[in-house]
């Protein structure tokens, strides 16, 4: 059964929103919150402790935390303390960052994807309870275990755009978030590489069952979904946002999603359809009524994918 959820964007959402918007989300019936840790905006974990405090069932994603500006042991406290608090909810998802942002803050690396192999390999290690030593080119360790590791740990999901990246992904770790500017068929060739990872480190296919005692692949799809009058141009204009020129129809076609909940519900299955297990809906940046939409959301669409 595919998982729905809905991204809040921190732009034009301040951290008042938050709790709020949770709570509709919840009483909607969606399954999940996705938070973006953008600079210089919310920070992601204490947005996410926010909401789920304030909920009972909600689960909360982070969609993505940027690794170069995070030390791989507060990630690691931070994803466990949230763990323990709220058994389950909480979705970590880590990335590499915005290289122009991360050199703003002094945290630009030479080697992206040499930090997001050390980090997540570390990452997934620590959350599973394992003693780490380890002294890389960006992770240094010295015998470091956290005194409250979780019951389960939780996966560990990463953003990726380029085919280095998504290789890398489908290889160390255990899912994998494709932003909304993807389109169905950036979603698809997005799932082909990350397969080519995974079959690299002898790991089955993103579609495929996982080993006996492991958890499944989680692949998340970001996917631009709108509703309501003006629905198309909204979706037009939003996507300009993200340099995709959707002014053509088939454009739009594949990269979007739009009109009543049976039609949204259709475009949602063709990221089902390509291996995806969660599908979180991203509004347009102008959506004129985020609580609608959630609700149109969990009471409309989701039924229809259950």
């Known amino acids: 059964m595919v998982t729905l959820g809905c991204i809040l964007a921190p732009y034009g959402n301040p951290p008042s929103r938050f709790v709020p918007f949770a709570r509709t989300a919840e009483a909607a019936g969606l399954d999940e919150v996705w938070l973006w840790e953008d600079c210089f905006l919310e920070s992601g974990p204490s947005a996410a402790a926010a909401m789920l ?19 791989v042991a507060l990630t690691a406290m931070e994803t466990a303390t949230l763990d ?31 930090l997001m192999r050390e980090q997540v390999t570390a990452l997934r290690a620590l959350l599973a309870g394992e003693r780490v030593t380890t002294s890389g080119r960006y992770v240094t360790l010295d015998d470091v275990a956290l005194d409250w590791p979780p019951a389960v740990a939780p996966l560990v999901v990463a953003a990726a755009k380029g085919p280095k990246t998504l290789r890398l992904v489908g290889e160390v770790a255990q899912g994998v978030v494709i932003d909304g500017d993807s389109g169905v068929s950036g979603a698809r060739r997005a799932v082909a590489l990350v397969d080519e990872g995974r079959a690299a480190a002898g790991l089955p296919p993103v579609a495929g069952s996982a080993p006996e005692g492991e958890h499944p692949f989680r692949t998340v799809a970001f996917a631009q979904v709108a509703t309501g009058d003006g629905a198309a141009d909204r979706l037009r204009r939003s996507l300009a946002r993200w340099d995709v020129d959707a002014t053509s129809d088939d454009v739009l076609a594949d990269h979007a999603s739009w009109g009543s909940a049976e039609e949204v519900a259709d475009g949602l299955r063709r990221y089902v359809a390509l291996g995806a297990t969660t599908v979180v809906a991203q509004p347009t940046l102008d959506e004129p009524d985020l609580d609608g939409f959630a609700a149109f959301l969990g009471e409309e669409v989701a039924p229809l994918l259950r």
């Open 84 to 114: 323990g608090v709220f058994p389950g909810r909480f979705v970590p998802g880590v990335g590499h960052g915005v290289q122009d942002w991360m050199g703003q803050v002094g945290a630009r690396v030479a080697s992206p994807l040499t």
């Open 53 to 71: 405090s304030a909920t009972e069932h909600l689960r909360v994603g982070i969609g993505v935390m940027p690794l170069p500006l995070r030390n």
